[in-house]
């Protein structure tokens, strides 16, 4: 219990300061709410279900970087602008890094459900379903993103985080698909041992 309730505590500190004067609310909003939705379901599932330690720090990582990016916008994190100006970018790039977690965390949660729910023995078959899990996730936020675009016009700008590239919807898909298949290559063995620990085999 110590192990979440650290998790927790930096959840809701880096939560409250994302909340102190950002760049806006609404923007803040649309960003941080998938990283609370997840922590009510994972809270409503806790006693049926526990995740390894490893998918819950993975998990925490994810919910930090969307709420660094409510805190500033993904347009506009200061860190990014910095890398911009140093190498000689077009554009702040940290948009990139939270559609890359977007599909390497959800990818270790899918594939540990796969595993200890056995619905799929085969590793090949597995990582063919974790990918395109990733790959779905991808697709339906940036329907997400679509629809809120239609509902409130300019005001989703912040939100959309385009920066005038008109190929920034696949391109946040291609970062999501990259991430999940570098989840695998990178964490398997791992997250083998790790599920190995609690009694199941990956």
């Not at 083998?192 to 620990?197: F, P, Y």
Request: contains cysteine; charged residues 15%; neutral net charge.
């Amino acid at each position: 219990m110590k192990f979440i309730a650290t998790l927790l505590i930096i959840f809701f500190a880096v939560l409250t300061w994302s909340a102190i004067n950002p760049h806006d609310y609404f923007t803040w909003f649309l960003e941080v709410i998938p990283a609370i939705l997840g922590l009510i379901i994972l809270a409503a599932t806790y006693k049926r279900f526990q995740f390894t330690k490893m998918v819950y720090v993975l998990i925490l990582i994810h919910c930090l970087i969307l709420m660094v990016g409510g805190k500033y916008t993904y347009a506009e994190v200061p860190l990014f602008d910095w890398v911009r100006d140093v190498f000689d970018q077009t554009r702040n790039n940290y948009d990139k890094v939270g559609h890359f977690m977007q599909g390497f965390v959800p990818a270790m949660i899918t594939r540990e459900l796969l595993i200890r729910g056995k619905v799929v023995n085969s590793n090949k078959w597995r990582n063919f379903f974790i990918v395109s899990v990733g790959m779905a996730i991808s697709t339906t936020y940036e329907f997400i993103e679509w629809f809120a675009a239609l509902m409130v016009g300019e005001d989703a700008d912040s939100f959309l985080g385009t920066q005038g590239y008109i190929w920034d919807t696949q391109s946040d898909m291609f970062y999501c698909t990259i991430g999940a298949i570098a989840a695998l290559v990178l964490l398997s063995r791992v997250h083998d041992k790790c599920i190995g620990k609690i009694g199941f085999e990956g």
